[in-house]
């Protein structure tokens, strides 16, 4: 199994300010991934963060917009860049061992 | 490309009531389907999976059967409780490393 721990777990920003998001395990592991959930809405994977590596962008985000670090096996860190209200969603880090686990989630309201 | 489809909901219940939340996919490959439950306030649990044709996936007495046929993965339970009142997402996995497709959400609400 993986704790994944992540912070902050909530935050209310201004639009066009940034917000980074951290993302610790309790293990090494190889790949992490960041997913969105907007209100009411499902989850959709970000990007997929290698160690060492750039990370991998899904189909509609740019690194400009969600530049993301991963500096070691158990780290990561997504940044929400020029916010606007649209960006207001649950951010989840997650990564995959023998399954696939979920932190906590950063409740994000951007005014 | 890969998609999930779920019942709309949400989904009221009394106590002790049968569950159903249909789940059906589309998908290149062969997919591993999961359902996962996300309680109030609390994060994203795995409730079961099930990784090819006909397995059952089975959790704190949720079921699910991974249908090829059909392309479903219809998540059951016979007799349903306040507790398990929390939003359910079917998701499929596997064709593409540690990549989720989920479906929309359904909130399931059993009162007692």
């Known amino acids: 199994s993986a704790v994944i721990s992540q912070k902050p777990s909530r935050d209310i920003c201004q639009r066009g300010t940034s917000l980074t998001i951290q993302c610790q395990v309790d293990?090494?592991?190889?790949?992490m991934f960041w997913y969105r959930q907007q209100p009411g809405q499902s989850l959709t994977l970000i990007a997929t963060a290698n160690q060492g590596s750039e990370a991998t962008y899904e189909s509609g985000f740019v690194i400009d917009k969600f530049p993301i670090s991963r500096p070691n096996l158990t780290f990561s860190t997504l940044t929400v860049s020029n916010m606007s209200p649209e960006d207001s969603s649950i951010y989840l880090c997650?990564?995959?061992?023998?399954?696939?686990?979920f932190g906590p989630g950063t409740r994000l309201t951007v005014l | 490309g890969d998609s999930v489809t779920q019942m709309e909901g949400p989904v009221t219940l009394s106590e002790e009531a049968f569950l159903t939340i249909n789940c059906t996919y589309t998908a290149t490959g062969y997919p591993s389907l999961f359902w996962y439950v996300q309680y109030p306030g609390e994060g994203l649990q795995l409730l079961l999976k099930a990784t090819k044709a006909d397995d059952k996936g089975s959790n704190k007495g949720f079921e699910a059967t991974y249908r090829k046929e059909t392309t479903s993965f219809h998540l059951e339970k016979g007799s349903v409780q306040v507790s398990d009142s929390a939003v359910y997402f079917c998701?499929?996995?596997?064709?593409?490393?540690?990549?989720?497709?989920f479906g929309q959400g359904t909130i399931l609400t059993v009162h007692p």
């Open positions: 293990s090494q592991v190889t790949m």
């Open positions: 998701a499929l996995g596997g064709t593409s490393y540690g990549k989720l497709t």
């Open positions: 997650s990564v995959e061992t023998a399954e696939q686990f």
